[in-house]
């Protein structure tokens, strides 16, 4: 799964979490973020989203775990005027949340805000550009809005099993000749079929259906955060967990400077960031 982190990966030190109030901003409803700084050891974690649709999924999930008990508060909040006091928080998390806002530097100023004189963040954003980038956020997001086949089919058969269907239905149409290559297109189907899962699903609905999804390049995300102050700003990596077709490519997440990285992914995928006030 994206988004988790341990105190190795972020390059903090094992007890840095220890005694911190942190927030986690565009938690969602399944509150990974959240979860992540609570096991790390956060004294504190206030958590908020842009409506309160998020707090009683939200709130089952924490609550379900008895350690987090009185360890979290869960809130209302836009990223662009979060409804906190000025340098109230040890550390920050917005994971996947700033390449959806108009003005991402608007929510720059208001993390360098929330955050005491010592405070660090941890950002993701999407990066720019390569086939896999490309594909996913302009061809796919185009395709929706001017194919009115493809957006019908998106947005009435948007689930696992639907997805399974249109394979097994390209497998029916092929002729068996007793050809090496019949076979070999039927086991490529089949894989296919077994590699699609739910998480796949909703990020392709999160991709597809998001009014807004910029892509940047890390020099000019770089240039944003230092010009809104802040002093450092340190591209970190991780290897996310996939159980869906996506596990392919999962390394290169972490070895973003390949050069084969840099063919299907641009400027990273997914890039995260440690930035420091």
């Known amino acids: 799964m994206e988004g988790l982190h341990t105190t190795e990966s972020l390059k903090l030190n094992r007890e840095y979490f220890k005694g911190k109030v942190c927030i986690d901003i565009g938690c969602g409803s399944a509150a990974v973020g959240t979860v992540n700084l609570l096991n790390l050891g956060a004294k504190f974690v206030h958590l908020c989203d842009v409506d309160d649709s998020f707090i009683e999924p939200a709130s089952k999930i924490l609550n379900a775990t008895p350690e987090f008990n009185n360890r979290w508060e869960a809130k209302v909040g836009n990223a662009l005027s979060l409804p906190y006091e000025d340098e109230t928080f040890d550390f920050a998390i917005c994971q996947g949340v700033l390449h959806h806002i108009a003005d991402d530097k608007d929510a720059l100023k208001e993390i360098y805000r929330i955050l005491t004189p010592a405070g660090k963040a941890h950002l993701s954003i999407v990066g720019y550009g390569g086939l896999i980038g490309n ?19 998106i947005d009435d058969n948007l689930d696992v099993e639907s997805f399974k269907s249109v394979i097994d239905y390209l497998k029916s149409l092929l002729k068996d000749d007793q050809s090496e290559e019949y076979k070999n297109c039927i086991n490529l189907l089949t894989s296919i079929s077994n590699l699609i ?81």
């Open 197 to 277: 899962d739910k998480d796949l699903i909703l990020t392709l609905a999160d991709r597809i259906h998001a009014p807004l999804y910029r892509q940047t390049k890390e020099k000019d995300f770089h240039s944003k955060v230092i010009a809104q102050g802040f002093k450092t700003c340190q591209r970190i990596s991780t290897t996310p967990k996939y159980k869906n077709i996506r596990k392919i490519v999962e390394a290169l997440y972490t070895d973003y400077d390949n050069d084969l990285a840099k063919i299907f992914f641009g400027d990273g995928g997914t890039m995260s960031f440690i930035i420091s006030k």
């Open 135 to 153: 594909f996913v956020m302009r061809t796919m997001r185009d395709e929706y809005r001017e194919n009115e086949t493809f957006k019908s089919f």
